[in-house]
C-alpha cells in the first residue's frame, strides 16, 4: 500500500518487514520451502525502499547442513530485489543436536554475530536475543545477555558520517528514549500474546520475570515474537504496554499456522511495518494470497503515553 496515496499521510520515515518460523526442509517440494519463497516473492514486489526483513527464528526445521542448503537456494532466488535480512535464533535451529555445532551452522550460514545481537538503521535501534543453550522448546538468557540488552534499550542513535567524513548528530528524536526500539525474540513471554497462554504450553523464556523486568524501564519497546504459529486474526495478536512495558506482537509463521482451535492451518503470515514521527504501523500481510489482514492492522503511538 503507498501511504502517500492517502490524503494527510506522509512518507513514513522507515520500513521494514517481519518474518518467522520458516522451518524450512531437506525436500525443495516441501510446503514449507513452497511457502517461504512465496514469501520471498510478496516481499520483493512490495517491499521497495525498505530497511531490511528481520527473521525471528525456526529458519530451519532441524538444523540440519542441507536444510541450510535450502535457504540459501530459496534466497537465492529471491535476493537481487530483496533488503538485508538480518535473523534471530530458533529452537528448531540450534535445540535438536549438539549446541556448539548448530550455533556453529547458524553463524556461519546465515552471517550473524551470535544468539544475540544489534543494529542501528536510520536512527532506529533493532535489537535481537537468542539462546544460549540449546533447549528443546524454551530460550535461555544468559545474565550477561539481560545486562546488555538492559544497556541497549537505554542507548541514543550514534552519530551519523555525512558525505565529507564529518560525524553529524541524528535528528533530537532520535535521542528521545520514547522513540520505538524494535527487539525480536524467537519465543513470548508466558501469558501475553497469542499462544503464550501457560495452558497451551507455547510460552518459552527461562528468564521470564528478570526480561520483564527489564522490559518495564524501556516500555517504548516494541517486541515481535514467533514460535506459536498462532494466526494474525486472533484477538490477543497484539498486547498493549500501556505505557508500562513493551507493546508486543506474535508474528504468526510463514511455513503453517495455529488456530484458537487448538489446530493446524495450512497458512503463510508475517508483518510489514511503517515508521511514522509519532506513531508505528504494524500491517498483517498474508502472503498465500498476497493480501492485508484486515483484523491484523495495528497502530502504535509515541510518546508511549499518548493516547487514540
Known amino acids: 500500500m503507498n501511504t502517500s496515496s492517502i490524503p494527510g499521510v506522509t512518507e513514513p520515515l522507515l520500513t521494514f518487514q517481519i518474518i ?8 525443495p517440494e516441501h510446503e514449507y520451502n513452497q511457502n517461504f519463497g512465496q514469501a520471498l516473492q510478496d516481499l520483493a514486489l512490495h517491499a521497495q525502499g525498505s530497511s531490511g526483513i528481520m527473521h525471528i527464528g525456526d ?14 537456494r530459496i534466497l537465492e532466488q529471491h535476493q537481487a530485489s530483496l533488503p538485508q535480512l538480518r535473523y534471530t535464533l530458533g529452537n528448531h535451529d540450534v535445540g535438536l543436536g549438539h549446541w556448539d555445532s548448530r550455533l556453529a ?20 535501534h533493532f535489537i535481537f536475543l537468542g539462546t544460549e543453550e ?40 532520535a535521542h528521545l528514549p520514547n522513540q520505538p526500539v524494535f527487539l525480536f525474540l524467537h519465543q513470548p513471554l508466558k501469558d501475553t500474546v497469542a499462544g503464550s497462554l501457560e495452558s497451551q504450553e507455547w510460552y518459552g523464556v527461562t528468564q521470564d520475570q528478570e526480561l520483564r523486568t527489564i522490559l518495564s524501564r524501556h516500555p517504548q519497546t516494541l517486541l515481535f515474537t514467533g514460535h506459536t504459529h498462532w494466526e494474525l486474526e486472533v484477538s490477543n495478536t497484539m498486547y498493549p504496554g500501556n505505557g508500562q ?18 489446530e493446524h492451518k495450512s497458512g503463510s503470515q508475517g508483518y510489514y511495518i511503517e515508521v511514522y514521527a ?16 484486515e483484523a491484523a492492522q495495528y497502530e502504535v503511538a509515541y510518546p508511549v503515553n499518548a493516547l487514540r
Open 20 to 27: 518467522t518460523d520458516t522451518h524450512v526442509t531437506a525436500d
Open 59 to 72: 529458519i530451519t526445521n532441524n538444523g540440519f547442513p542441507e536444510e541450510y542448503e535450502e535457504v540459501q
Open 278 to 293: 509519532d506513531k508505528v504501523l504494524v500491517r498483517g500481510r498474508d502472503f498465500t494470497t498476497g493480501t492485508w489482514i
Open 245 to 262: 512495558t513493551a507493546t508486543m506482537f506474535n508474528a504468526a509463521s510463514v511455513a503453517y499456522l495455529w488456530t484458537d482451535a487448538d
Open 134 to 173: 540449546g533447549l528443546q522448546t524454551f530460550c535461555h538468557l544468559s545474565g550477561e545477555q539481560l545486562q546488555w540488552l538492559d544497556r541497549k534499550l537505554g542507548e541514543c542513535a550514534p552519530d551519523k558520517p555525512e558525505p565529507d567524513g564529518q560525524m553529524q548528530p541524528y535528528p533530537e528524536q
Open 105 to 124: 551452522m547458524y553463524t556461519s550460514r546465515m552471517g550473524m554475530p551470535g544468539p544475540y545481537h544489534d543494529h542501528w538503521t536510520s536512527g532506529y
